[in-house]
């Protein structure tokens, strides 16, 4: 089975950048899309980017132009680099495959916090 560990949250300025990274397990995920969602307090996770196998990507309106998801299928990592981020971006990310494999193949999830 496909374990997912994100790293690279943390506490940015409401306008600066981060970037988060998920490395998965299994080589076999290399042929999969790649997704990242995310939780904010009270709210249902969604989906905030995808990734194919191939390289084309998707994104939800609200980070469109501000968000660019990307992988390293020799590394088995997919990246998220957020710029201009709004307090609204304040949430859990993790990475999955889309759709999710299971719901017992999340990870912990890196906290991204944006202060405004």
């Known amino acids: 089975q496909v374990q997912f560990v994100e790293s690279g949250g943390g506490l940015v300025q409401s306008g600066g950048s981060l970037k988060v990274s998920c490395a998965a397990s299994?080589?076999?995920?290399?042929?999969?899309?790649a997704g990242w969602y995310r939780q904010a307090p009270g709210k249902q996770r969604e989906l905030v980017a995808s990734?194919?196998?191939?390289?084309?990507?998707n994104y939800i309106d609200s980070v469109k132009g501000r968000f660019t998801i990307s992988r390293d299928n020799a590394k088995n990592t997919v990246y998220l680099q957020m710029d201009s981020l709004k307090s609204e971006d304040t949430a859990v990310y993790f990475c999955?495959?889309?759709?999710?494999?299971?719901?017992?193949?999340w990870g912990q999830g890196t906290q991204v916090t944006v202060s405004s």
């Open positions: 990734i194919t196998s191939g390289g084309n990507t």
């Open positions: 999955n495959t889309y759709p999710a494999l299971s719901s017992s193949s």
């Open positions: 299994g080589s076999i995920f290399r042929f999969y899309i």
